[in-house]
T-cell receptor, first 108, second 112 residues
Framework: GQQVQQSPASLVLQEGENAELQCNFSSTATQLQWFYQSPGGSLVSLLSNPSGTKHTGRLTSTTVTKERRSSLHISSSQTTDSGTYLCAIASNTNKVVFGTGTRLQVLP | EAAVTQSPRNKVAVTGGKVTLSCNQTNNHNNMYWYRQDTGHGLRLIHYSYGAGSTEKGDIPDGYKASRPSQENFSLILELATPSQTSVYFC???????????FGPGTRLTVL
């Protein structure tokens, strides 16, 4: 079945630095969604990006479908960006599979 | 803004007891999902539904039942709760598999 690998598992940055998060998946994806989860909180959708490049605020996602990978770039990180970032893939098997996430900590 | 609510937010149950987790969405989405989230496993799909009256097994359905009595409501039922079912449970809704999913706030279940 579909497998989703995220890297790095954890990342520590100083405020103002940029973050690059990776998501690799094993099978063709019809939908790819990036989520943010605050510590102890629920999931908030950040970007839906099955292919190409999308921007919202300080976030940029680039998905290369043929290479089965997606990245999430966070520019000028802030302490409030701290939390876990999850990548989720939907495929034509009608299942949504989540990666185990990247835990980001932004220090002041 | 999509709205998904869950109740209860926290629950402590005893082994062998029955637990019902409820989810309500006001988005008129066709699909609803129940996940559990555990350290080291990420989110795993338990059951899902395509619409009122439908329930389908996800990746880890054993020990769980689901009920979708209406478009808005989707319940997860643990007939005989076990300590291994201690987890955080999330409900989500979406129009279709290829569309974005909107998550509820989660229910923290502890089975003693």
């Amino acid at each position: 079945g579909q497998q989703v690998q995220q890297s790095p598992a954890s990342l520590v940055l100083q405020e103002g630095e940029n973050a690059e998060l990776q998501c690799n998946f094993s099978s063709t994806a019809t939908q790819l969604q990036w989520f943010y989860q605050s510590p102890g909180g629920s999931l908030v959708s950040l970007l839906s990006n099955p292919s190409g490049t999308k921007h919202t605020g300080r976030l940029t996602s680039t998905t290369v479908t043929k290479e089965r990978r997606s990245s999430l770039h966070i520019s000028s990180s802030q302490t409030t960006d701290s939390g876990t970032y999850l990548c989720a893939i939907a495929s034509n098997t009608n299942k949504v599979v989540f990666g185990t996430g990247t835990r980001l900590q932004v220090l002041p | 803004e999509a709205a998904v609510t869950q109740s209860p937010r926290n629950k402590v149950a005893v082994t062998g007891g029955k637990v019902t987790l409820s989810c309500n969405q006001t988005n008129n989405h066709n699909n609803m999902y129940w996940y559990r989230q555990d350290t080291g496993h990420g989110l795993r799909l338990i059951h899902y539904s395509y619409g009122a009256g439908s329930t389908e097994k996800g990746d880890i359905p054993d020990g769980y039942k689901a009920s979708r009595p209406s478009q808005e409501n989707f319940s997860l039922i643990l007939e005989l709760a076990t300590p291994s079912q201690t987890s955080v449970y999330f409900c989500a809704s979406g129009d279709d598999w290829g569309d974005e999913q909107y998550f509820g706030p989660g229910t923290r279940l502890t089975v003693l």
